[in-house]
C-alpha cells in the first residue's frame, strides 16, 4: 500500500508540470495575439491616416471601397460626434460616438484605439480613429474598425495545440512523477518503518539507504544517533535495575515527592510497613491527603523552609499504631534543577513495644523481688531486735519469712523456665499423649479448694479424642497454670467448665471457661506479658509472679499449638489450648 506521502509527491509533481505545461501555453498564445493584433493595428493605423488626406465629401463618396480596399469597416463622425456616414450600417441606426473612448483619445491625442468584443459578432474588434481637419480645424473623426477573426483563428490553433500537448504530455508525466516520487519516497519509508521499531525499543539493526545525497547521509546520522541512543538506553537500564533492586530490597520505607509536594513513588517496604493503610490512590496526592497525619506536614513545611534535613518520630493509625521515624532530605543531582524530597521511613513500633516492655520488665522484677526482701529484712531486723524472746512472735514471723522466700524462689524459678524456652535451652520429651488421662491427673489437684469455694468444676472429655503430640510434663504445667487462674478469678458459688473436641482435623482443643470477674477487651492483647496482671492486688495476695501466662504461651507455641483468650467483664473468662494431633511416630 502506497504512503500518503507518495500519493502527495506524486499528484504534486504531476500537477506542477502540468500547470508548467499549461502556463507555457497560454502565455505563448498570449503572445502570439498580442503579436497579431499589433500587425493589425499597425496596417489600421497607416490605412486611416491615407484615407484622412481625403475631405469628408471625397469619403463619403468613396466609402465603400475604401471599406473594400482597407478590409474593414469605416464609420465617418463630425466634429460633434454623429455619424455622417457608415461603410456597413444605416446612420439613422447610430447614437452619437462622441463619449467612444478611442474617439475621446483621437480627440486628445490626435490618435485614438480600442479594443472591445463585439457581441453581434462573437469576436473582438480592433478600432483605429484618427482626426480630419481643414487646415488647423478639426472637422471630423475617420474610425476604422476590423474584426479580428485571424487572430480569433490562430488563437484557436494554438489552444488546440496545447490542449493537445496536454493530453500528450500528461501520460509521461504521469510516469516520470511516479518514478521521481517513488524515488524520493522509498528512502523516506525506510527510514519511517526503522524510526518507528527504534521507538518501540526494537534493535532494527541498521538502516541502508542506498544514496550519496542528503537522504544517505541522514540514514548515517540516524544509524550513529541509533546506536548511541541503544548504548545509553543499556547503561540506563542497567542502572536502572541496580536502582530499583536497591529500592525494593531496602529495609526502610522509602516515599519520593515531587516539586509539587506530590506523592511520586512508594517502595515495597514502605507499603508493607503501611498494611492496610497503603492504597495505590496514595500516587500523585500529598502526604496530608494520603496519611491524615499532622506532625509529617508539620515535618515536611519545616524541611522546606530551613531547607535542612530533618528527623521526626510520628505515628499512624489508630487501633494498631505504627510508629515511625521519618528522616526528610532533598533529593540532589537532578536535571534541570528540579527540587525532589525524600522521606526514610525507619518503623520502630517493634523497638518502641520492646523498650517498653524492658522498662516494665525492669520495674516488675524490681518490685517483685523487692517486696518479698523488704518483708523479709524487716522481719529478720525485728527478730534480731529481741522478738526472738517472744515465741509466738518469732514463729509468726519466721512463718513470713519462709512464704516470702519461696515466694522468691518461685519467682527465680519461673524466670529461669522462661529464660531456657526463649533460649531454647529446654527440652521437650514429645509423645503421644491422651488429653483424657491428662485431664484425670489435673483435675483431682483442685478438687479441694473448689469444695471450699463452693466452685462447680463441669467436664465434658470424650475418650475417643485422638492422642496429641506433647510433652505431658510440660501439658500439666499449662493446664495447672490455667486451671489455677480460673480458680482465683472465679467467685464463690461460680462454675468451672472443662471440655475436650476435635474440633479441626489437625488439632484437639482443651476449653476451660470460668464464670470470673472477666477480662476488658482493651487488656486481652496483653495477656501473656511478663508480670502483667488484670488485677494486680488480688493476683499478689494469691501468690502469683505474673509470670505464669507468659509461660503458657511459650510452652504453647513450642507444642506448636496456639491459645485463644475469650472474656467478658462480670460474665467470665474462656481460654482454648489448641494441641496438634500426633502424626504417626513421636520422639
Same mark, same amino acid.
Given at each position: 500500500m502506497k504512503s500518503r506521502l507518495f500519493y502527495k509527491v506524486f499528484i504534486s509533481g504531476t500537477a506542477i508540470l502540468l500547470v508548467i505545461v499549461v502556463a507555457l501555453g497560454l502565455l505563448f498564445a498570449h503572445y502570439i495575439k498580442s503579436e497579431l493584433v499589433a500587425e493589425v493595428k499597425v496596417d489600421l493605423v497607416a490605412q486611416s491616416q491615407i484615407i484622412t488626406l481625403l475631405s469628408k465629401k471625397q469619403l463619403e463618396k468613396h466609402l465603400s471601397s475604401l471599406s473594400d480596399m482597407s478590409k474593414s469597416r469605416i464609420t465617418l463622425i463630425d466634429e460633434s460626434g454623429w455619424v455622417l456616414a457608415d461603410s456597413e450600417r444605416n446612420v439613422s441606426e447610430l447614437d452619437n460616438h462622441l463619449n467612444r473612448p478611442e474617439v475621446q483619445e483621437a480627440r486628445i491625442k490626435g490618435k485614438g484605439e480600442a479594443l472591445r468584443y463585439s457581441h453581434t459578432l462573437a469576436v473582438d474588434m480592433l478600432y483605429i480613429v484618427s482626426p480630419i481637419r481643414e487646415g488647423s480645424k478639426l472637422t471630423g473623426y475617420v474610425r476604422l *474598425?476590423?474584426?479580428?477573426? *485571424? !487572430?480569433?483563428?490562430? !488563437?484557436?490553433?494554438?489552444?488546440?495545440?496545447?490542449?493537445?500537448? !496536454?493530453?500528450?504530455?500528461?501520460?509521461?508525466s504521469l510516469i516520470i512523477a511516479f518514478f521521481l516520487s517513488r524515488k524520493l519516497v522509498l528512502p523516506i519509508q525506510k527510514i519511517e518503518s526503522y524510526t518507528e521499531k527504534a521507538s518501540r525499543g526494537e534493535m532494527p539493526g541498521t538502516l541502508l539507504v542506498e544514496s550519496t545525497d542528503e537522504m544517505g547521509r541522514l540514514a548515517e546520522n540516524i544509524n550513529r544517533m541509533v546506536l $548511541?541512543?541503544?548504548e545509553k538506553i543499556e547503561l540506563a537500564d542497567e542502572e536502572k535495575g541496580k536502582l530499583e533492586a536497591a529500592f525494593s530490597s531496602m529495609v526502610e520505607g522509602v516515599l519520593?515527592?515531587?516539586?509539587? @509536594?506530590?506523592? /511520586?513513588?512508594?517502595? %515495597?517496604?514502605?507499603?508493607?510497613?503501611?498494611? %492496610?493503610?497503603?492504597?495505590d490512590q496514595i500516587?500523585?496526592?500529598?502526604?496530608? $491527603?494520603?496519611?491524615?497525619?499532622v506532625e509529617l506536614q508539620? *515535618? +515536611? $513545611?519545616?524541611? %522546606?523552609?530551613? %531547607?535542612?534535613p530533618i528527623v521526626q518520630q510520628i505515628? +499512624?493509625? /489508630?487501633?494498631?499504631?505504627?510508629i515511625l521515624e521519618v528522616s526528610i532530605s532533598a533529593v540532589k543531582g537532578l536535571p534541570g534543577g528540579e527540587e525532589k524530597t525524600m522521606l526514610v521511613f525507619h518503623d520502630v513500633t517493634r523497638l518502641k513495644k520492646l523498650e517498653k516492655i524492658r522498662e516494665d520488665f525492669v520495674a516488675n522484677v524490681t518490685h517483685e523481688i523487692k517486696t518479698p526482701l523488704t518483708a523479709i529484712i524487716g522481719f529478720v531486723e525485728t527478730l534480731q531486735g529481741g522478738a526472738i524472746d517472744d515465741k509466738g512472735d518469732a514463729k509468726k514471723f519466721l512463718q513470713t519469712i519462709s512464704e516470702n522466700a519461696r515466694? =522468691?524462689?518461685? #519467682?527465680?524459678? @519461673? #524466670? =529461669?523456665?522462661?529464660?531456657s524456652i526463649e533460649l531454647g535451652e529446654m527440652k521437650m520429651q514429645f509423645e503421644k499423649v491422651s488429653v483424657a488421662d491428662i485431664l484425670g491427673s489435673v483435675l483431682p489437684v483442685f478438687e479441694v479448694k473448689a469444695v471450699e469455694k463452693s466452685i462447680a468444676i463441669d467436664t465434658n472429655i470424650p475418650e475417643d479424642l485422638p492422642p496429641i503430640r506433647a510433652d505431658r510434663d510440660k501439658m500439666i504445667q499449662v493446664l495447672l497454670n490455667i486451671l489455677d487462674n480460673a480458680m482465683k478469678f472465679t467467685p464463690d458459688g461460680g462454675q468451672i467448665s472443662v471440655t475436650a473436641f476435635q474440633e479441626t482435623g489437625a488439632f484437639v482443643t482443651v476449653k476451660i471457661s470460668d464464670t470470673g470477674v472477666g477480662i476488658p477487651k482493651s487488656e486481652i492483647s496483653?495477656?501473656? /506479658?511478663?508480670?502483667y496482671r488484670v488485677d494486680k492486688t488480688r493476683s499478689r495476695e494469691e501468690g502469683g509472679t505474673g509470670l505464669g501466662l507468659s509461660i503458657v504461651k511459650h510452652l504453647m507455641k513450642a507444642h506448636e499449638g496456639r491459645i485463644i483468650f475469650d472474656s467478658q467483664v462480670g460474665k467470665g473468662t474462656s481460654v482454648s489450648l489448641y494441641f496438634p494431633v500426633s502424626q504417626g511416630k513421636t520422639v
Open positions: *474598425a476590423r474584426p479580428l477573426y *485571424a !487572430v480569433k483563428r490562430s !488563437v484557436d490553433r494554438l489552444y488546440r495545440f496545447i490542449y493537445q500537448s !496536454v493530453l500528450i504530455i500528461f501520460i509521461p $548511541e541512543c541503544k519520593i515527592l515531587d516539586s509539587h @509536594d506530590r506523592i /511520586e513513588l512508594i517502595n %515495597k517496604c514502605l507499603k508493607d510497613i503501611l498494611g %492496610k493503610l497503603y492504597s500516587i500523585n496526592i500529598t502526604p496530608l $491527603e494520603a496519611f491524615r497525619n508539620n *515535618a +515536611i $513545611e519545616r524541611f %522546606k523552609k530551613t %531547607k535542612t505515628t +499512624i493509625g /489508630e487501633e494498631n499504631p505504627v515466694r =522468691l524462689d518461685r #519467682l527465680v524459678d @519461673d #524466670l =529461669l523456665t522462661l529464660s496483653r495477656l501473656g /506479658e511478663r508480670f
